[in-house]
């Protein structure tokens, strides 16, 4: 078997086999497969797509490229989530302490920033020493102890994936309901979770842009963990506008802090606790996540989720004075916010230019293994439906050259769109898809174009 003919069937619009699959993720993860034929390959998958049965393919073949944890034997179920990317989404900082607070261990494998949308690791990497590189046995022996870890994948937990991830940032190959739910499912695969909520974005600021797309990608998804015996929830949620306010590596870890202390954004603080609920309900502490989000609720407003908190950031090296006061964070060099130009209804804050502004900035990378600008971002003062009055602050911008400054001015104007009649507030959500009842045999599309 060569790579080229996989990468031209492929290209070619043919079904590839398990065994070419196989060959091919192996190959590719131990260096005999090259960067520019996985990209090539990687291009081919999301012009012409894949079946079920290839996607479930690639996915197991990117989980069994390292090892396969089993955490049956350290807690007794192991729940996790992941969001398909977003803009301002440090959704995970807030749920994960939160959920391990109310009782349910969460052992959680995330990934770096993707085009437009942030990475957990690179925020969590902004609070200096935080470690997001634990081997396997740092990894079950942390579970063991607190319950609570939040790390990336090592060079033994699905590292195909991690490979592939970082080409597919800097090649266009983003976009693809088969490339993104084999890389989300091969991690929480590989790192042992029995019961997985899915935050699967839909809107401009979303991998997915229509609906339609994000419920088949929340379908593929809640098909490959039922293939896999897994329990799995998705949730189509609201990515039109970004979530909360804060977008950029150290700003989010801020507003994160902020809402473990219950003054955070509402949309964020109720978008984390719906998303708690339903892993409480799935990893059967709570009777529904109606239940599991009064409890996740409780956690919050009691400061224990915070300490949780605290304790993950200790156990993974971080320095906990930069947690205690967020004010130590480096601040970047120009700080300006910008005011309304007009009064008026607001229509839109285009969530995809927000997130290509802070990149722009410095907050996400153009190319593979650039470093990241910790301090530079986005603060969004409002939501779409606020009514403002001209002058009133509209956004503050965290630059630290004076020309990214004024590139993300003009961007950020241009993102906020008006209206004079009032504008309805967006929904935070807009369905689920449940992995026992939604699914039929025979339901899901085997071609899965978007
Ligand atoms: N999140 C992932 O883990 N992988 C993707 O491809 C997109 C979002």
């Known amino acids: 078997m060569r790579a080229v003919d996989i990468i031209v069937k492929k290209r070619d619009k043919e079904e590839l086999t398990r065994q070419e699959i196989e060959f091919f993720i192996q190959g590719f993860t131990r260096g005999d497969i090259a960067d520019y034929q996985a990209s090539a390959w990687a291009m081919a998958v999301v012009l012409n797509s894949m079946t079920l049965r290839e996607i479930t393919d690639l996915t197991l073949a990117m989980a069994f490229s390292g090892d396969v944890l089993d955490l049956s034997q350290v807690v007794p179920i192991a729940v996790d989530k992941h969001s398909t990317g977003g ?68 060079a033994n937990l699905a590292p195909a994936d991690g490979k592939l991830y970082s080409l597919r940032d800097v090649t266009g190959t983003v976009q693809s309901i088969p490339l993104i739910a084999s890389s ?166 285009h969530a995809r230019i927000v997130g290509e502004t802070a990149v722009l900035l410095g907050a996400g990378r153009a190319k593979k293994g650039d470093p990241i600008d910790h301090a530079v971002g986005i603060m969004i003062h409002h939501k779409v439906g606020d009514h403002l009055r001209e002058g009133q602050p509209l956004f503050t911008i965290h630059a630290n050259q004076p020309e990214t400054l004024a590139q993300a001015r003009q961007a950020l104007l241009e993102a906020h769109t008006w209206s004079d009649e009032p504008v309805e507030p967006l929904p935070l959500f807009y369905g689920l898809v449940k992995w026992s009842d939604d699914l039929q045999p025979g339901s899901p599309p085997t071609e899965l174009k978007q």
């Open 87 to 154: 803009v301002g989404d440090k959704t995970t900082l807030v749920v994960e302490p939160t959920v391990a607070a109310c009782g349910l261990p969460v052992a959680k494998m995330s990934g770096r920033g993707l085009g437009f949308s942030g990475g957990t690791l690179d925020k969590m990497e902004s609070i200096p020493g935080y470690r997001v590189n634990l081997t396997t046995d740092e990894f079950l022996d942390q579970l063991r102890r607190i319950g609570l870890v939040l790390t990336g994948q090592t």
């Open 184 to 349: 989300v499912m091969s991690k929480k695969i590989a790192a042992g979770a029995q019961a997985i909520v899915l935050d699967v974005k839909v809107g401009c600021g979303a991998f997915m842009t229509s609906l339609e797309a994000g419920r088949v990608l929340a379908e593929t998804m809640a098909w490959i963990a039922k293939l896999s015996e897994r329990k799995a929830v998705a949730l189509l949620s609201d990515m039109n506008q970004p979530l909360g306010n804060a977008v950029g590596n150290s700003l989010e870890v801020r507003e994160a802090i902020q809402t473990l202390h219950g003054h955070g954004p509402v949309d964020f603080q109720e978008h984390c606790l719906v998303l708690a609920g339903h892993m409480l309900a799935l990893g059967g502490l709570a009777p529904d996540e109606d239940a599991g989000r009064g409890m996740a609720e409780q956690a919050l407003l009691q400061g224990k989720a915070w300490q949780r908190f605290r304790e993950l950031v200790q156990a993974q090296g971080g320095d906990l004075r930069y947690l205690d006061e967020p004010e130590n964070f480096p601040r970047a060099a120009f700080i300006e916010t910008v005011a309304a130009p007009r009064s008026g209804y607001l229509q839109g804050i």
